[in-house]
Structures are given as structure tokens and as C-alpha cells.
């Protein structure tokens, strides 16, 4: 609502328009104040509070491309391997669908310009606290990708490594995952402790499309309804002592409907390991 103020006659709300609109209005006010891309991020900054990427396509035609001084989302450089395209993206695992191999991270704090005679970068912001998002490497993120140099995938299981030598349940029979993020998390925990690992919780995909991040949902019934996707494996989980392994807990929704669920399978007992927070 700050920004929106500033720039005057562009009328935000969260439900009815994007706070990227209002950025870049303000963005473009600042240019034509500043002069430059950079000059105008450093003021940004000081007056946006929270985290972003932008990316810019300039009446020069020169692409931009910009990440917030905290680094609170990922963004990545790559190069497409045959015409040698470079690319922006969120996460790598983008970048491999192109065909393109991943260069580095973008620096947070970093401008990175595009245009016919190459690439310049420089930074519109020099401090050096970072504030990355946990969610990134324990839900957000594709497995595949890499982010500040560490994969995804292996960062997930070796959280699940650590959760085994910090809480071990040595007595279990089974360690199963909640589909699908927390899957190399329960398998790093059933190695570590040499504890059986098996899909004891499937995903129905069939049933019905759309979202299947329970706790982004507003509403409690949307919630409760995307959990009736996850169907336990009667077979797998009856009559033994599960770990359930889920990658966070942000309500609670999830985790109370898939105790009662494996409950009402048989399932002699259930101890539950979350990996965030």
C-alpha cells in the first residue's frame, strides 16, 4: 500500500491486483528519475520491504534481470548448450528442460543486464545478510535443481540423515514418506537408522486436478479436501510401527488427516518426523 501510494493512482489490493505491478511502476518512475536500472533498484529496495526477483525487458531492448539483497528466493544464471542463449530462471531444474546448463547463482543484490553486446553485471546493493527461504530446500524447489551450489535432492536426504542421528526411532518397522517432497528425506532417515523404507501413502492424480499444497489453501475445506488425495497402502502399513516423514508443518491439516487415515489402516503405531521447521 506504501508503494502504491507512491506512485499514485494505481489502486492495490492483494486480492485484486499483483504487487509486482505496483514495483514496477514505481521501478519505471524511478528510472526516469535516476537514469539508471541500478540507481533506481538501490532506492527500491529501501522503500520494498520483503523479497522479489524481477526480470525487465528495456525499450533498448536489453533484458534485465535483478534479485533482492537478501536472496530470499533463487534466481540462476544458465547458457543454453547449442547457440549459446544465456537464460534466467527461478531454479536449474528450468534451465536442463531448455537444454541449457546452469552458470552460477544470481548474487543477491546483483543486476545482471542483457543486451546486444553481452553481459554486465553489477551490484545495486552491498549487504551482506541473507535471509533464504527454508522452504526452498525442504518444498518449494524441484528435487533436481541445485541452489547456492547444493542439490536439492541430496540436501533433502541428508536433513533426513540428520534427523535420524538426532531423533532416532530404532523400534519402527517401516519409514514412509508423505508424496511427494519428503521422499528423500524418509529415505536418507530409513538408511541412517537401516530401518525398512516403502510408499505406504500414495497421491490419488486422478481423481481430481489443481493444487496440491494443502496449506496454501485459504480455506479449511479446500485443505481438508486436497488431503482426501493422499490414500494409505492398507497392505504396507498394517499391524507395524510407522515413521512418518513429512518435509514441514505449517497448520497441521495435513499431518491430523493422514494419522487418522493410517489409523483407520491398521497402523499399530505412528511416529511422525517433520523436517521444517
Not at 539508471?36 to 533498448?60: H, P, Q, R
Not at 535432492?153 to 542421528?165: D, E, H, P, T, V
Not at 479436501?225 to 497392505?235: A, C, F, K, M
Not at 497402523?267 to 517433520?274: E, G, H, P
Request: hydrophobic fraction near 40%.
Amino acid at each position: 500500500e506504501e508503494l502504491s501510494n507512491m506512485v499514485g493512482g494505481c489502486s492495490f489490493t492483494p486480492q485484486k491486483s499483483s504487487d509486482t505491478l505496483v514495483a514496477a511502476q514505481r521501478l519505471v518512475s524511478l528510472i526516469s528519475e535516476k537514469g539508471k536500472f541500478a540507481d533506481a533498484l538501490s532506492v527500491l529496495k529501501n522503500e520494498m520491504i520483503g523479497s522479489y526477483c524481477f526480470t525487465f525487458l528495456s525499450d533498448d531492448t536489453s533484458v534485465y534481470a535483478a534479485r533482492d539483497p537478501l536472496g530470499f528466493r533463487p534466481l540462476v544464471l544458465g547458457k543454453k548448450t547449442d547457440g549459446g542463449t544465456h537464460i534466467i530462471a527461478s531454479e536449474s531444474s528450468a534451465l536442463s528442460a531448455v537444454g541449457a546448463d546452469l552458470i552460477r547463482d544470481v548474487i543477491p543484490g546483483e543486476l545482471i543486464k542483457f543486451s546486444k553486446n553481452g553481459i554486465e553485471s553489477e551490484m545495486f546493493s552491498k549487504e551482506k545478510q541473507r535471509a533464504h527461504c527454508s522452504f526452498e530446500f525442504t518444498y518449494f524447489a524441484h528435487p533436481s535443481s541445485k541452489m547456492e551450489g547444493a542439490n536439492i535432492y541430496l540436501s533433502r536426504k541428508n536433513i533426513g540423515r540428520f534427523l535420524a542421528k538426532k531423533f532416532p526411532i530404532k523400534d519402527a518397522d517401516l519409514v514412509i514418506p508423505v508424496p511427494d517432497s519428503a521422499r528423500p528425506a524418509a529415505l536418507g532417515y530409513a538408511q541412517e537408522l537401516g530401518i525398512s523404507f516403502d510408499e505406504g501413502l500414495l497421491k490419488d492424480r486422478y481423481s481430481k486436478k489443481g493444487p496440491l499444497r494443502s496449506f496454501i489453501e485459504p480455506h479449511q475445506t479446500d485443505r481438508i479436501e486436497i488431503n482426501r488425495w493422499i490414500i494409505p497402502i492398507q497392505d504396507i502399513i498394517e499391524d507395524k510401527h510407522v515413521v512418518v516423514v513429512d518435509d514441514s508443518l505449517v497448520r497441521g491439516t495435513s499431518s491430523r488427516a493422514i494419522i487418522n487415515a493410517l489409523r483407520k489402516s491398521g497402523a499399530r503405531k505412528i511416529s511422525l518426523v517433520i523436517t521444517y521447521p
